[in-house]
């Protein structure tokens, strides 16, 4: 029910499905909410569809919906990345006055954050670059909310957030101030590259169980819900459970099998990676999981491919000696560790994107508002959380104890998938690059050296020596003697 007489507690401008969704998470907490989007017919259809289930005031111009808002006065915008939400920063800070908070809540890239936070401050407007994470279900019901900007905005921002926020099983909701300006969105950026990653290994054991081990969906759907009772417990395994068991209604074949296997991508997975390429961070399951999607997409190549390269020789299930159950029980291992890996990498770019740009970002506390809400939440966050509260300054989450110890029970059913997996000529791109990041990782000795001898060779781009201090050149092209640099 609107009212003339009240005012809004909190603005939602854009109302798609996310905006719509959010609107009504924070009318069903009790708060009054201001709505407006750019076309109006949006708006009407949403006071008809939802105007009876909580306090909403529309508007219809940016300046009607701001006269609308309780100062100091707090709009969050949920329209498309991009040009877009510059577009209603500006037009809402044209409206709006010192103090006031505008907070995007889209996908924005972090780097856009960081530069509207000081466009907003020179104009005296707090500016609230926010995570959102939990798909349409979340913004409706409790997603995970990941905010960066001033930490003043928090404080105004906080107890709204919290109540909108979902509740991990502890009682703490899902939403902590991550750090100053493009921190929150950094974060959600990242959280949605470990999310290509957790997405792809479970697609990659789903593929070894259908075509390695020549299981149905319905039999592959069993055995997800069955290890979503276990250490892989997480959101993403449970819905892969409900899409394999799920039947077309028009072919009566599984759905998974009529659906296009060619998988899409909106951005952030790739903004993850390009952001990993330039800090010098290896996230490399992330990166192979943007990658097979890319190939997935490839349809022409891959059409003209089919059937028209040499596989070698290929081993059939039944000839790699082990039973169907071990081979399910082994690739579940397979996924667990090559899944670590993931997180493990994503929580190395954080440190780093914390430190490039001063953030001090606290992992701990991150991995606790990744526990509910969001689509990767996961029981094993609580241990990852668990992990980085001992120590803060972990260098590898795979170093943590508890990890180490589950490293220790997983590794050779990882290798042993990893060589029924190319054994078998199946694609597992994620499985087999993490185990060899995991093996470079552990390594004494790596290929590194030859690369610096080459590239002293052909560049004259020096060398360091493991046994003494200085920076070294060999002679390449005259007496082959070395040269002491400094
Ligand atoms: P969309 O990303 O599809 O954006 C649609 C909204 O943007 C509409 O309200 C549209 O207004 C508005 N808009 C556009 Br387009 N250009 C505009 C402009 N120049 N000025 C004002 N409004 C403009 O909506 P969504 O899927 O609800 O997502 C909203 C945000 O949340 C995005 O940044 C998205 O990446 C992010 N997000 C989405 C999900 C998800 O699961 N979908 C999850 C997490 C985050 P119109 O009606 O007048 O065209």
């Known amino acids: 029910m609107s009212s003339e007489s009240n005012l809004a507690q909190i603005g939602v401008v854009g109302l798609a499905v996310m905006g719509s969704n959010l609107a009504r998470n924070f009318a069903s907490r009790g708060h009054t909410v201001a709505v407006y989007n750019r ?3 949006k708006t009407t259809r949403f006071m008809e569809d939802f105007g009876e289930t909580g306090n909403f005031l529309p508007a219809e111009t940016i300046e009607e919906f701001v006269s609308r808002l309780e100062r100091p006065r ?34 924005s890239l972090f780097t856009d954050t960081i530069r509207r936070e000081k466009e907003m401050a020179q104009r005296n407007r707090h500016f609230v670059g926010a995570g959102i994470s939990g798909g349409e279900e979340g913004a409706l019901r409790g997603p995970a ?40 969105h950094y974060v959600k950026m990242v959280h949605n590259g470990i999310e290509y ?108 491919a089919q059937g028209n390269l040499p596989s070698g020789t290929l ?19 397979a996924l667990y560790a090559s899944k670590l890996v993931a997180y493990a990498q994503g929580f190395d770019e954080i440190r780093a994107g914390s430190e490039e740009y001063g953030w001090d970002i606290d992992r701990g506390r991150l991995a606790t508002i990744w526990r509910e809400g969001c689509i990767i939440r996961a029981a094993f966050l609580d241990r990852i959380k668990e992990a980085y509260d001992k120590d803060p300054a972990l ?44 093996d470079s990782l552990r390594a004494e000795r790596l290929p590194a050296a030859i690369i610096q001898s080459q590239r002293d060779f052909f560049g004259a781009h020096t060398y360091q020596r ?17 040269t002491k640099l400094n």
């Open 145 to 184: 909310i990941m905010p960066g900007g001033p930490k003043e905005s928090w404080e105004s921002l906080g107890p709204l957030l919290e109540s909108i926020a979902a509740v991990a099983p502890d009682g703490t909701p899902c939403v902590d101030h991550i750090g100053p300006d493009g921190s929150g």
């Open 74 to 107: 707090r709009a969050i915008i949920m329209v498309q990345a991009g040009a877009a939400t510059d577009a209603v920063i500006n037009q809402l800070a044209d409206a709006m006055d010192d103090g006031d908070v505008i907070i995007d809540g889209g996908n």
């Open 39 to 41: 076309s109006t017919e």
């Open 197 to 304: 990653a957790d997405m792809q290994v479970i697609g990659e054991a789903y593929q070894l169980l259908r075509f390695g081990a020549g299981l149905e969906p319905a039999e592959i759907a069993e055995i997800f819900a069955e290890w979503n009772k276990g250490d892989l417990d997480s959101y993403l395994i449970e819905i892969t459970a409900e899409v394999l068991r799920q039947v077309d209604a028009e072919t009566g074949k599984p759905l998974v099998d009529v659906i296009l296997d060619a998988a899409g991508q909106k951005g952030t997975g790739r903004w993850t990676v390009k952001q990993a390429l330039d800090l010098g961070v290896p996230t490399t399951a992330i990166g192979e999981a943007v990658f097979a999607r890319a190939l997935s997409s490839s349809l022409d190549q891959r059409k003209a």
């Open 315 to 333: 081993a059939g299930f039944e000839e790699l000696g082990i039973s169907r159950e071990d081979f399910i029980e082994r690739v579940r291992k």
């Open 395 to 438: 260098t590898s989450l795979l170093l943590d104890p508890y990890f180490h110890t589950e490293l220790s029970d997983l590794v050779d059913a990882w290798r042993d998938v990893v060589i029924y997996a190319t054994r078998q000529g199946l694609p597992a791109p994620v499985f087999t690059s993490s185990l060899a990041y995991y």
């Open 466 to 482: 493991v046994d003494k201090e200085g920076t070294f050149h060999t002679e390449w092209s005259g007496d082959r003697s070395e």
